[in-house]
């Protein structure tokens, strides 16, 4: 747990809706983690933000798709039988087009959803 030198920030859209919390640590040696988290389940893309009761908001999806368009660290657009998703930002990685990927991340929405 990070102590006074931890700051916290919330993210908001241009809404005014709140995205989240930003945790900002002078580095790693002031994070311990408590407990890891379960691998998630991969779900179709049509169903990243839908509501599932039950689930909790807090916990990573994962995805699996084809890779229509890419760039080394994003963003990276993936397509299943069920709609396509743009990956806006990843570790660097060489990827090509065709390539059937799986994404774990938490979703956002967007412009176009």
């Known amino acids: 747990m990070p102590g006074d030198d931890g700051v916290g920030a919330s993210r908001f859209n241009f809404r005014r809706q709140i995205l989240g919390i930003t945790l900002r640590l002078p580095s790693l040696e002031y994070l311990t983690v408590v407990e890891r988290a379960a691998e998630p389940t991969v779900r179709s893309i049509a169903e990243l933000l839908v509501f599932t009761p039950g689930a909790r908001g807090d916990e990573p999806s994962s995805v699996r798709g084809v890779v229509l368009l890419t760039n ?12 396509g998703v743009q990956v806006a930002s990843h570790a660097r990685v060489t990827l090509a087009i065709g390539d059937v990927v799986q994404a774990v991340g938490f979703p956002e929405g967007g412009a176009f959803n």
């Not at 080394?72 to 709609?83: E, R, Y």
């Open 72 to 83: 080394p660290t994003g963003p990276t657009w993936l397509a299943d039988d069920s709609g």
